[in-house]
Structure formats: C-alpha cells, structure tokens
C-alpha cells in the first residue's frame, strides 16, 4: 500500500515538473520561432524593396519601374541595423516566362547561381510567397515587370538553434533524472511517517489481542465454574455472551493481524476443488435463510496460494452475500479462468452500496449500515481479512453493483 503510494507522489511529481519543462522550453521555442519569422519576413520584404535591377539587361525595356524606395512602413533604421546589414541576401530576377535576367549571389561560395535560378524556378511554379528551402528563406514578389525572388541564409541561424536544442534537451534530461531521485527521497519523507504509524497500530492490534486473549479465557473458565455452582443466572448469562462475543472479536484481530504481518506459505493449489469443498455447508446456511446457492465453478482453475487463506475468501464472501441478500432467493458463486486469472464473484440480490462507500467497505470495522450493531457476532473485519488475504496473492477484490444486484469480484494470478 505504501510503495503504491509512494510510487503515486514520484509520478506525480515527475509529471508536474515534465509539464512544466515541455510547457516552458514549448512556449519559447514557439514565440522564437514566430518572432525569428517575422523577423526574416521583414528582412526580405525590405531588402526585395531596395532592390534595382541592373539594366538593360537581356533586351529588357531600359526605363524599367522603379522600387519604391523600400516605403513598406519599415522601423525608422531598420535596414541600417547590423542584424539586417550581416544577413547574406541571394536574389534572382526572372521574366514572366520564367527566363532567368539577373542573380545577386556574392560570393557564390555556398550557391551556385544555377542552384539559385533552378530554386527560383521551382518556388515561382509552385506559386509560394514565402517559405523556406533547405536553410533559405525566400520572398518571392512581383516588381511590375519581372518577378524577384529574394532568399536570406540561415544556416548559422539553424545551426545554433539545433546546438541550443539538442544541449536544453541533454542538460534537461539529467535535470530530470535528479529530480527524480530528490523526488523518491522527499516521497520516502512523506510516506515514512505514515507506514511508521501504520505499522504501529498493527503492531498494537497485535499485541494487545494476545493480551486480551488471558483474560477472556480466565473469565470464561471462572464464569463456567460459577454456573455449576449457583446453576441458572441472568447476569451470569450476560456476562459469559459478552465474553464468547469480546473472545470472536478478538480472533478476527489476530487473524487480520496475522495475515497482513505474516507471508503465507504457498503451494500450487486446485483452486476449483477449494472453492467447491468450502461452498459446500454454505447449502444449508443458505437454505436456513431461504435462499439457494448456486455454483458455475469451471474445472482445473490452479493458483500459487495459501489453502487456509483462500477457503477463508470463500467462507467471508459467502457468508456476507446470505447475510445481506435482499428481495431475492439466490446467490451465486463463479469461478472461472479469465485473461490469466482467477475470477472468483460472489452475486446477491441486495441494495446497493453507494459508490463513496464501495472502497471504505474493505476497511477495518467499517459496516454500511448506519447502525453499528454486532449481535449478529459480525464486527466489519471479514472484508478486511478478505482484502488483505487477496493482497497477499497478489490479486484484487472488487465489489459492483448493478440491476439490483451486489458482486463481489476477487482476481487471483492463475497458473
């Protein structure tokens, strides 16, 4: 229960801080990217406006249209700044026919020009304004007369954010990872006081069952000695009920005591023929409350357990099912092989639980009932007993409630 705790503070801690780290790195990588965009954007409008074609140029008309004079509503100085003046520009110039006028590649040490027209070519075809190629972003705009396509290298760029990336991501992995220990070390600190705590009251159960097991012995012993002698009391007769009554209780808390402190000792069991031998003198018990048992119990179902702790699921499972059956006059019993497990259920008519209470049930001394009344010698320990007997398999109980009817549902590792 503990390490399931403790296991639930890690991943959840971890989760947090894996959130928040893809959440953060997220958000400024994206507003990096759109402002890095943005940015280029600009940068190439402002350059594409700047630019003049050389003329003539290839028989072209010499009074060619003049550029606007890079009026785009740029920042004042924006095309002075050392951002824009050491960005490397490439342009290619070509005609509506797609001939190639000019390129501006200076030095052509990481283009050709003909790389250059063939991209150039390829971007005015595929009718893009804007994108990227490789480590090139382009522009590509009409300048009345011949179609410009403007490319601005971003390989440094690139490069750096590739480094910075790949270096966030290394030195955020071992972050992680030391978080991770800190957080096993701060849920031990949680937990550890807790299961301390825990362990004390079941130690304390423990011990002071076998204390009291002395007296309710001496009392009884005296009490039947004193009956011999004054025959016939009601108050003797009181007094020897509440001790049979004090002495079962005190039995279930050394039972739940001893199973949740004490590894069972296991063998390979038939646990078909277990289940059918233990429902058996339950007929009779049903058939006193007017009921019928019913058994579906498939053959040469086989777990790894222990023979006294399984039988003591099958007798508390039936018992609480006759008890509790309402409005019906049947109670079934199923054992079947289901998906590498035992499924063993036990179904009664009866009310159903309210599903706030469906997890507390499994509690110690917890009893739906609104009254706590343990005349009927029941003290809410049986369910308690049958948990922590399925715990120890390595299995898990369950109940649900449908159609008017109560399940108990019990899944143990078959073999």
């Known amino acids: 229960m503990f390490k399931k705790s403790r296991r639930k503070i890690v991943a959840a801690i971890m989760s947090i801080l894996v959130l928040l780290w893809v959440g953060t790195l997220g958000v400024i990588y994206a507003s990096s990217y759109f402002e890095m965009s943005n940015q280029n954007e600009k940068m190439l409008k402002a350059y594409a406006d700047m630019y003049v074609l050389p003329q003539p140029m290839n028989g072209m008309p010499p009074n060619f249209p003049k550029p606007n004079g890079g009026n785009r509503g740029f920042p004042p100085g924006f095309t002075d700044s050392p951002m824009f003046q050491l960005t490397t520009f490439y342009t290619v110039a070509l005609s509506y026919d797609g001939e190639s006028l000019a390129v501006k590649n200076d030095p052509p040490t990481v283009y050709t020009n003909d790389d250059l027209e063939k991209l150039a070519q390829r971007i005015v075809k595929n009718s893009k304004e804007t994108g990227t190629e490789k480590n090139l972003v382009f522009y590509r705009t009409d300048k009345g007369g011949y179609t410009l396509v403007t490319f601005m290298d971003n390989t440094v760029i690139n490069e750096n954010a590739t480094t910075l990336f790949r270096n966030t991501l290394i030195f955020g992995g071992f972050a992680l990872i030391l978080f991770f220990f800190l957080s096993v070390f701060l849920a031990r600190k ?125 007798s508390v499972l039936l018992d609480n099912a006759i008890r509790h059956s309402v409005g019906g006059n049947e109670v079934y019993l199923n054992l079947i092989k289901e998906h590498g497990s035992a499924r063993l259920s036990v179904i009664n008519k009866g009310d159903e639980i309210p599903k706030d209470q469906r997890e507390q049930i499994f509690e110690r001394f917890y009893r739906v009932d609104t009254v706590r009344n343990s005349e009927d010698k029941h003290y809410g320990l049986g369910l308690a007993i049958a948990k922590a007997i399925v715990t120890s398999h390595k299995g898990r109980i369950e109940v649900l409630c449908y159609n008017g009817l109560v399940e108990f549902k019990v899944q143990i590792p078959a073999l």
């Not at 825990?198 to 159960?205: C, T």
């Not at 509440?242 to 039972?255: D, F, K």
């Not at 058939?287 to 006294?308: D, F, H, R, W």
Request: aromatic share 6%.
């Open 190 to 314: 949680i937990v550890g006081p807790l299961e301390e705590s825990y362990h004390k009251q079941k130690q304390f159960i423990s011990d002071a069952g076998h204390e009291l097991k002395t007296p309710i012995s001496v009392v009884s012993a005296n009490a039947e000695l004193l009956s011999r002698e004054i025959g016939e009391n009601k108050w003797l007769a009181n007094i020897q009920y509440e001790n049979e009554r004090m002495g079962m209780l005190v039995g279930q808390l050394l039972e739940l005591a001893r199973t949740e402190n004490v590894a069972p000792q296991m063998e390979h069991i038939d646990f078909s023929r277990l289940v059918a031998g233990e429902a058996l003198p339950f007929e009779s018990v049903a058939y006193e409350k007017g009921l019928v048992l019913i058994c579906n119990i498939a053959s040469g179902v086989s777990v790894e357990g222990n023979s006294s702790q399984l039988k003591q699921i099958v």
